[in-house]
């Protein structure tokens, strides 16, 4: 499976660690939503349940974004894999995490139609129960969010099949559907406790590069959102 970048696509990102010091700033409060019901480990080993029973093992994750640099489960094999009719798209509104009320940011998610190149990230046999903890209670936290969980068509260099991921055409979330311009600018602008929307989107940016994956949308928004801190960012 082969994503030949354009010209020049193998240079250095624009968007840099000093852009992400210039922009980041410590904001306190909670991580997330204080009225969701969270999730503990009896929900998520039920939902892991549902999710997994007669699903392929060892169980393979779909891996787009914040996955591929920080899977924070145990990974017994990676490889390249295109999700079939899906593509990257900053359209989850955040006022929490990366974000707050007065500067929201905003959350990768996958959107129908396109292609996306991406990571199978196979959880290590032996782990099932604790992976599968960590990354359900990381990707999904509360039962406000518990249906955002999917197995999608994957093609591989082996064929296709179906792997396990978050966020696709997101349920129960009012999406943002901003032009890229706008997205730059949420993202160049957004703080949380968690940190902030431009080193989130650096981290991405930098995984994808590093697995040999160029994406045009991720490229652009990464380039719009240096020049969006580069234009306000140190100003006295």
Request: aromatic share 6%; net charge negative; charged share 30%.
């Given at each position: 499976?082969?994503?030949?970048?354009?010209?020049?696509?193998?240079?250095?990102?624009?968007?840099?660690?000093?852009?992400?010091?210039?922009?980041?700033?410590?904001?306190?409060?909670?991580?997330?939503?204080?009225?969701?019901?969270?999730?503990?480990?009896?929900?998520?080993?039920?939902?892991?349940?549902?999710?997994?029973?007669?699903?392929?093992?060892?169980?393979?994750?779909?891996?787009?974004?914040?996955?591929?640099?920080?899977?924070?489960?145990?990974?017994?094999?990676?490889?390249?894999?295109?999700?079939?009719?899906?593509?990257?798209?900053?359209?989850?509104?955040?006022?929490?995490?990366?974000?707050?009320?007065?500067?929201p940011g905003l959350m990768l998610a996958l959107a129908s139609g396109g292609r996306c190149e991406g990571l199978i990230l196979e959880i290590a046999p032996g782990t099932e129960r604790d992976s599968m903890r960590a990354i359900l209670?990381?990707?999904?936290?509360?039962?406000?969010?518990?249906?955002?969980?999917?197995?999608?068509?994957?093609?591989?260099?082996?064929?296709?099949?179906?792997?396990?991921?978050?966020?696709?055409?997101?349920?129960?979330?009012?999406?943002?559907?901003?032009?890229?311009?706008?997205?730059?600018?949420?993202?160049?602008?957004?703080?949380?406790?968690?940190?902030?929307?431009?080193?989130?989107?650096?981290?991405?940016?930098?995984?994808?590069?590093?697995?040999?994956?160029?994406?045009?949308?991720?490229?652009?928004?990464?380039e719009l959102v240096a020049d969006e801190i580069e234009s306000w960012a140190d100003r006295p």
């Amino acid at each position: 499976m082969s994503d030949v970048p354009p010209d020049g696509a193998r240079s250095a990102l624009r968007l840099t660690e000093d852009h992400v010091r210039r922009a980041t700033r410590i904001v306190e409060g909670p991580r997330h939503n204080p009225n969701w019901r969270m999730l503990d480990d009896d929900d998520l080993d039920r939902l892991a349940e549902a999710l997994t029973r007669d699903r392929p093992h060892p169980i393979p994750v779909f891996a787009y974004g914040s996955l591929i640099w920080n899977p924070g489960f145990d990974v017994s094999a990676r490889s390249r894999a295109r999700a079939v009719g899906w593509h990257r798209r900053f359209n989850i509104p955040l006022d929490h995490f990366r974000g707050t009320p007065d500067e929201p940011g905003l959350m990768l998610a996958l959107a129908s139609g396109g292609r996306c190149e991406g990571l199978i990230l196979e959880i290590a046999p032996g782990t099932e129960r604790d992976s599968m903890r960590a990354i359900l209670s990381r990707e999904l936290v509360a039962h406000e969010l518990a249906a955002n969980a999917r197995w999608i068509e994957v093609e591989t260099s082996r064929g296709r099949s179906h792997a396990l991921t978050f966020y696709a055409d997101p349920v129960g979330i009012e999406l943002a559907e901003l032009p890229i311009q706008d997205q730059a600018r949420r993202l160049a602008r957004a703080n949380g406790p968690a940190g902030s929307g431009c080193e989130y989107l650096l981290r991405t940016a930098r995984g994808l590069q590093e697995a040999g994956i160029h994406d045009t949308y991720i490229w652009a928004l990464q380039e719009l959102v240096a020049d969006e801190i580069e234009s306000w960012a140190d100003r006295p």
